[in-house]
């Protein structure tokens, strides 16, 4: 598990406007990618952290550019990240991650509720 700032989001979100490319930019570094077909069960950008960065909090972009229909959506937010061990407590590795979901009308949002899984 790396260190790293994500957002997730449901490629079918984005059927609407034909897709659409998802920019995300954590302290001056950005990474994109297209939203993907709408059958994908989800979609994800991440960019990724020094390993050691511990608990911070780091300014996030989001722009979300349809390709078809819909002037591009940009939203901004502080990421504040938390300690996941992916091994259990007490054992390495250490990484630090924050992660939101990417709303196609309002931009960052909490990822809470949103199943990762195929149905």
């Known amino acids: 598990m790396d260190s790293a700032v994500s957002v997730v989001w449901r ?4 059927e609407g406007s034909g897709g659409a490319t998802i920019r995300l930019c954590v ?4 990474e994109e990618r297209a939203s993907g077909d709408p059958g ?20 996030v972009e989001l722009t979300v550019t349809p390709v078809e229909k819909g ?4 939203d901004s937010a502080q990421a504040e990240l938390t300690e996941e061990r992916p091994n259990g ?4 590795p250490v990484a630090w991650t924050a992660t939101f ?4 009308v309002k931009g960052l949002v909490s990822p ?8």
């Open 11 to 14: 490629p079918a979100d984005f």
């Open 27 to 30: 302290d001056g570094a950005c």
């Open 40 to 59: 994908d069960p989800f979609g994800r950008v991440s960019v990724g952290l020094p390993q050691d960065i511990g608990p911070e909090h780091l300014p």
């Open 71 to 74: 002037r591009p959506v940009k």
């Open 89 to 92: 407590p007490g054992c390495g």
């Open 101 to 104: 979901r990417a709303d196609p």
């Open 112 to 119: 809470k509720g949103l199943v990762l899984q195929e149905k």
